[in-house]
């Protein structure tokens, strides 16, 4: 049972490079999530999906573009990577008492 | 504004203190609300939620919750070394999760 399994942990993009995160849970849970955490900013939500099928857009959407691929995965993708975008990402996975999060991906953008 | 507000810290306590931690919030609509450990370039991992006014105790930890004065509280008993790490506060309302910035907890041994 591996909970919400993230990847790539790393990664080092250039400016304007493109990419995808992409996040899996095995615990059925209906709603997803992908925040960012900057120093002193704590975390900030990107997007969620309430269901399959259905996303919305958080507090720092501008820049992202998310997938709900199906129960199981919820991607994110960054079209054209900017330094404002350097940060720690998490995906979680939810019912209503409370997150499981992934391990995170560093990235950088240089 | 942010819809939850916390003392960055640091808060420090020597080992076997009680440990007091604070968050308040802005959202008189949130539901319910949870207490996040996260040690140093680790994921954040859910240690209490309350959702209803009062006190929950599980363990070396207890959570308070005041609706009426916006707060919420995580008070950790006989605090270790290794409970030093940044705690998060968060609430919830209707799929939305808010955490505050986190407070960091230091206990010297």
């Known amino acids: 049972n591996a909970g919400v399994t993230q990847t790539p942990k790393f990664q080092v993009l250039k400016t304007g490079q493109s990419m995808t995160l992409q996040c899996a849970q095995d615990?059925?849970?209906?709603?997803m999530y992908w925040y960012r955490q900057d120093p002193g900013m704590g975390l900030r939500l990107i997007y969620y999906s309430a269901s399959e099928g259905t996303t919305d857009k958080g507090e720092v959407p501008n820049g992202y573009n998310v997938s709900r691929l199906n129960k199981r995965e919820f991607s994110l993708r960054l079209e054209s990577a900017a330094p404002s975008q350097t940060s720690v990402y998490f995906c979680?996975?939810?019912?209503?008492?409370?997150?499981?999060f992934g391990s995170g991906t560093r990235l950088t953008v240089v | 504004q942010k819809e939850v507000e916390q003392n960055s810290g640091p808060l420090s306590v020597p080992e076997g203190a009680i440990a007091s931690l604070n968050c308040t919030y802005s959202d008189r609509g949130s539901q319910s609300f949870f207490w996040y450990r996260q040690y140093s370039g680790k994921s954040p991992e859910l240690i209490m939620s309350i959702y209803s006014n009062g006190d929950k105790e599980d363990g070396r930890f207890t959570a308070q919750l005041n609706k009426a004065s916006q707060y919420v509280s995580l008070l950790i008993r006989d605090s270790q070394p290794s409970d030093s790490a940044t705690y998060l506060c968060?609430?919830?309302?209707?799929?939305?999760?808010?955490f505050g910035s986190g407070t960091k907890l230091n206990v010297k041994p």
């Open positions: 979680a996975s939810s019912p209503s008492i409370g997150h499981a």
């Open positions: 968060a609430g919830y309302n209707f799929n939305k999760f808010y």
């Open positions: 615990m059925n849970h209906n709603s």
